[in-house]
């Protein structure tokens, strides 16, 4: 078995990265995807690199420093559990993929969110 590649980490909002998770789906297909323990946040295993060009409003990029990670087992950072694991056949996030993912589930939020104040909802 290959080893893993290494990897950064795009930390969203739980809702935002939920919408982008069926984005990808339904579009490209997902990569490994982590959720944390609180619920609070989602987290996109991404090529190593991303860090140095990640500006998205809303979100960070944590830097791994190369670090690998198993091809499956124990989610790589503690607290957390793989809401969509690595074994899924796409070994990490294409970064354009999901900014664009991530800008979509933005404005769908802003939309609903929108729509539910008027109703009154």
Known sequence: MAPAPAWELVTVPSRQGLEAV???R?????????????????????P???????DLPGSAC????????DEVGEPPVAGTRWLVAPEHGIPVNDPTLL???LGE????????????AVDGR
């Not at 939020?109 to 539910?116: F, H, K, N, V, W």
């Open 22 to 24: 069926d984005i990808l």
């Open 26 to 46: 339904l579009r490209t297909g997902v990569g490994p995807v982590l959720h944390d323990a609180s619920g609070d946040t989602l987290g996109f295993l991404v």
């Open 48 to 54: 190593t690199g991303t860090a140095a060009d990640w």
């Open 62 to 69: 944590t830097q791994t420093h190369g670090r690998g990670r």
């Open 99 to 101: 900014r664009l993912a």
């Open 105 to 116: 589930a933005a404005r769908t939020i802003e939309a609903a969110d929108g729509i539910q």
